[in-house]
């Protein structure tokens, strides 16, 4: 009898239900729901709707019951960074406000008059992002204190979720490291910054790793669902998962996670959180089993996303390719991690401020448009490879590109041409897959990660790009 397991993942714009089990030696996968994601203005913030959410986890676990494949375990993973608050009675104070909200705006220099930049980074590893929850959490003290005096809970959202599904508290540890307020080199809370930040130390609960048991359903959820099953913590920060499936155990790789975001690194041992490493801003995020994600958080396909809705004909993906080789003679690039990139009203008007203001050529047309954020993405990806190979005096001769933006024929050879790579793509459900991994490496289908990714590489297609279907050579 095949053993189920569900991977419940969460992006920023869409979720999906995805069953894993083993057949023949190999890992296979099945979507059986899928669901939009949205941010909507609420009380001035941009949140999350967190019982919609939570709706569409439920209905989504309701069809395994109704294709009679009731899952062994169930994990779930989100985005990072985004948090929220319970009280003594376990309701959520204030709204789910999203990483993407300008409440930060200034927070870093309130922070920086309690903790230095460099000692922040020196502490907790974690890049400088406006979006980092440690500048979120400050806002809250300093213009919301009231809740922050009533919480007695610090919760991520899968942990929410998982909350919900369980009655259960458990804070785990690969998406904690993205708060920026977990010491890299201790694995735990930094109590001492937080102490130092004025945050309540009683609200941040046990860190626990991935392929710990949240616990069971409970009754009423059982009841409402049909079947029970057990809740197990994945790496619930989305790329954490994603970058337990990349299929490969040569350490001689770098990986991108693409797709809203793009997140290129490599995994490490040991953090680096050197003065040289900050003022390059890499990141060392917690990985499993205490591996560290070494990487950087690039905007990612999050530009292309937004043009596309912005257009007013709907042109597939293979006419966006199209569009951008003939618009190759562009030469202007744009800064893809500006913040002017994160939450703008009209992409391309974003685009075209940020070319005006740098005195370069502003697009005019959709191809010169298109081409303009695809060549500065691999271009920044290009400079991203000459960092790693400084920082950790390596040479690296492949990268593997995992997530649903490994499918961006165009982006996958335009990275080729700018870092002069071997360029792999797939698998395309990377996150999933390393959340059903997760899963089976508790219950001891797989005895280890290595042997995991050994598999995921023979289960899934992972294609070589190939360097002859764009030619970008002048």
């Not at 708060?179 to 930040?197: E, P, S």
Request: include cysteine; hydrophobic fraction near 35%; charge should be positive.
């Amino acid at each position: 009898m095949k053993s189920y397991y569900l991977a419940i993942d969460i992006g920023a714009s869409s979720g999906r239900h995805i069953l894993g089990w083993m057949d023949n030696d190999k890992l296979r996968i099945e979507e059986i729901y899928r669901f939009e994601n949205h941010l909507k203005n609420k009380n001035g913030h941009l949140c999350w709707d967190l019982e919609k959410l939570f709706n569409e986890v439920l209905t989504g676990i309701k069809k395994c019951g109704e294709l009679n494949r009731i899952p062994k375990s169930i994990g779930i993973d989100t985005w990072g960074v985004d948090f929220i608050l319970l009280d003594k009675n376990k309701s959520m104070l204030g709204d789910a406000v999203a990483y993407r909200d300008s409440r930060t705006d200034g927070m870093d220099n309130q922070v920086y008059k309690i903790i230095s930049e460099q000692e922040l980074y020196k502490r907790s590893g974690i890049q400088k992002m406006m979006i980092n929850t440690i500048y979120h959490l400050y806002y809250i003290k300093l213009n919301q204190s009231s809740i922050l005096k009533k919480a007695e809970h610090f919760l991520m959202i899968p942990e929410y979720l998982n909350y919900l599904l369980t009655g259960q508290i458990k804070n785990e540890y690969t998406n904690a490291t993205t708060t920026q307020l977990v010491n890299a080199n201790k694995r735990d809370w930094d109590w001492k910054m937080i102490d130092m930040l004025g945050f309540p130390k009683k609200i941040f609960g046990k860190l626990h790793l991935p392929k710990e048991s949240v616990g069971m359903f409970k009754d009423n959820i059982a009841k409402l669902i049909g079947f029970n099953s057990e809740v197990v913590l994945p790496a619930t920060h989305d790329t954490g998962s994603a970058v337990i499936s990349v299929p490969t155990n040569n350490d001689q790789s770098i990986y991108i996670s693409s797709g809203t975001w793009s997140l290129m690194g490599i995994e490490r041992l040991i953090p680096d959180c050197t003065e040289k490493s900050r003022l390059l801003n890499f990141t060392n995020e917690g990985g499993y089993h205490y591996r560290y994600r070494y990487l950087k958080n690039i905007m990612g396909l999050w530009m292309m996303q937004s043009i596309r809705k912005e257009f007013q004909h709907k042109y597939t993906y293979e006419e966006l390719f199209t569009l951008a080789y003939i618009g190759r003679y562009f030469k202007s690039i744009v800064d893809v991690n500006d913040t002017s990139f994160l939450a703008p009203e009209s992409m391309i008007k974003a685009v075209s401020n940020y070319c005006h203001r740098t005195n370069q050529p502003e697009p005019q047309t959709q191809c010169e448009l298109l081409f303009c954020i695809y060549n500065s993405l691999a271009k920044y990806y290009g400079t991203v490879v000459k960092q790693i190979e400084d920082i950790t005096n390596n040479s690296y001769k492949s990268i593997y590109v995992v997530g649903g933006g490994c499918q961006d024929r165009f982006l996958n050879r335009l990275t080729a041409h700018y870092t002069k790579k071997n360029i792999y793509a797939g698998p395309i459900e990377a996150t999933a897959i390393g959340n059903i991994t997760v899963q089976m490496l508790k219950t001891k289908e797989f005895s280890d990660l290595p042997q995991a990714r050994m598999i995921i590489a023979r289960s899934f297609e992972v294609k070589k790009v190939n360097n002859d279907e764009f030619s970008f050579e002048n």
